[in-house]
Antibody, heavy 120, light 112 residues
Framework: QVTLRESGPALVRPTENLTLTCTFS??????????VSWIRQSPGKALEWLAL???????YYTTSLKAGLTISKDTSKNQVVLTVTNPDTVDTGTYYC????????????WGQGILVTVSS | DVVMTQTPLFLPVTPGQPASISCKSS???????????LYWYFHKPGHSPQLLIY???SRFSGVPDRFSGSGSGTDFTLKISRVEAEDIGVYYC?????????FGQGTTLDIK
């Protein structure tokens, strides 16, 4: 059974970096073609794809964020980490991690999401 | 970036009646491998999004057959043959052919 779970702070200040962790089970990010992605939904807005990391450690990012994004993985811990540098209040939202594969090219399993508020 | 445009943005429906959502992409989602990189997701408030349709027209595992997807190139449609109360929520189209991946604005399906 594939599961993903997001963890991190519920509240961050605009001067702090936001670090979110996706802990998954039921698959390996060492497997050829396997990927994990981050997607968010800001209040009243649509889903927004943010970043993806694949089994080969290749990384891909949205072009639309003012804040900086870094995605990384720790395969031994079955974790993917997303860091949002210098977040703004517009980065408030629910952040989801989801499994993706280069062959199927869709997100088939999602975490429950974590609500993060960026506020001073 | 590829722009995904959904219409309508709000769709009130009567249970038992059909519903249809359009999605248009600013670039073709048909790749030279013959695959169409268009997906439909359903997002119920308080839940995680879930995949309904992949490659434009194939129902994902466990999705009821009242859901169907069609279209090609840049024009796509999601249809629900008979809306049920559990279908209330937001429907998104998404493309994964061109990076960065992009979603439509979402269509909120609500009961009349």
């Amino acid at each position: 059974q594939v599961t993903l779970r997001e963890s991190g702070p519920a509240l961050v200040r605009p001067t702090e970096n936001l670090t979110l962790t996706c802990t998954f089970s039921g698959f390996s990010l060492d497997s050829s073609g396997m990927c994990v992605s981050w997607i968010r939904q800001s209040p009243g807005k649509a889903l927004e794809w943010l970043a993806l990391i694949d089994w080969a450690d290749d990384k891909y990012y949205t072009t639309s964020l003012k804040a900086g994004l870094t995605i990384s993985k720790d395969t031994s811990k079955n974790q993917v980490v997303l860091t949002v540098t210098n977040p703004d209040t517009v980065d408030t939202g629910t952040y989801y991690c989801a499994r993706y594969h280069w062959d199927t090219t869709f997100f088939d399993s999602w975490g429950q999401g974590i609500l993060v508020t960026v506020s001073s | 970036d590829v722009v995904m445009t959904q219409t309508p943005l709000f769709l009130p429906v009567t249970p038992g009646q059909p519903a249809s959502i359009s999605c248009k992409s600013s670039q073709s989602l048909l790749k030279s491998d013959g695959k169409t990189y268009l997906y439909w997701y359903f997002h119920k408030p308080g839940h995680s999004p879930q995949l309904l349709i992949y490659e434009g027209s194939s129902r994902f595992s466990g999705v009821p057959d009242r859901f169907s997807g069609s279209g090609s190139g840049t024009d796509f449609t999601l249809k629900i043959s008979r809306v049920e109360a559990e279908d209330i929520g937001v429907y998104y189209c998404m493309q994964t052919l061109h990076l960065p991946y992009t979603f439509g604005q979402g269509t909120t399906l609500d009961i009349k």
